[in-house]
């Protein structure tokens, strides 16, 4: 099973360059959740969509779009890169959304903005 | 606010050692706690989780009690293998969903 899928895992950008973090799953999930992880933090929520066509900010938002169209796919889009964005990210999906805990991450995405 | 705190640092061990990693936390009412695991390559991916006071989450001979009057939820396990080496992350669900907050994450290394 392949789970929860990111892509790139890797991408270097120039500062004010855009680009789509892509995310995947196919638990047909309603919940899915973008986190980023910066050196010696934890991981902070971007944002999060509670099912196709709504979606919500979470703790850090600025600079970030998401969007959800369809149940399997959960798109972060980065416009005008900055160095403050040079961040792993992680894509999750949840069953539901009542607290359970059990997120399903997918392997992280490393982006440097230089 | 609702936030977790985790020990400082990387753990580094030797291979039969007792871990423990200590997690305290801030948070309103009464939140559910969880330790994920993130082993080399992979995803996180839950390990146990107690949903109140006094619960004992266990799994894979980890284990971790919620205690509300130290606001902690220590990870322990009597004895690491070597395929216990990853990243640990304590957190906590403040609301009753599944927005978790996140600790920084504790690199544990087991040498044989």
């Known amino acids: 099973n392949a789970g929860v899928t990111q892509t790139p895992k890797f991408r270097i950008l120039k500062i004010g360059q855009s680009m789509t973090l892509q995310c995947t799953q196919d638990?047909?999930?309603?919940?899915m959740y973008w986190y980023r992880q910066d050196p010696g933090m934890g991981l902070k929520l971007i944002y999060y969509?509670?099912?196709?066509?709504?979606?919500d900010k979470g703790e850090v938002p600025n600079g970030y779009n998401v969007s959800r169209s369809t149940t399997e796919d959960f798109p972060l889009r980065l416009e005008l890169a900055a160095p403050s964005q040079t961040s792993v990210y992680f894509c999750?999906?949840?069953?539901?959304?009542?607290?359970?805990?059990?997120?399903?991450f997918g392997e992280g995405s490393r982006l440097t903005v230089l | 606010g609702n936030s977790v705190t985790q020990m400082e640092g990387p753990v580094t061990l030797s291979e039969e050692a007792f871990l423990t990693i200590n997690c305290t936390y801030t948070?309103?009412?009464?939140?559910?706690l969880f330790w994920y695991v993130q082993y080399p390559g992979e995803g996180l991916q839950l390990l146990l989780k107690?949903?109140?006071?006094?619960d004992k989450g266990s799994n894979k001979g980890f284990e971790a009690t919620y205690r509300k009057e130290t606001t902690s939820f220590h990870l322990e396990k009597g004895s690491v293998q070597v395929s216990d080496s990853a990243v640990y992350f304590c957190?906590?669900?403040?609301?009753?969903?599944?927005?978790?907050?996140f600790g920084k994450g504790n690199q544990v290394v087991v040498i044989p």
């Open positions: 999750a999906s949840s069953q539901g959304g009542g607290g359970t805990g059990e997120l399903f």
């Open positions: 638990m047909n999930h309603n919940y």
């Open positions: 957190a906590l669900s403040p609301y009753g969903n599944n927005r978790l907050a």
């Open positions: 969509s509670v099912g196709a066509g709504i979606t």
């Open positions: 107690a949903t109140k006071a006094d």
């Open positions: 948070a309103t009412g009464y939140p559910s």
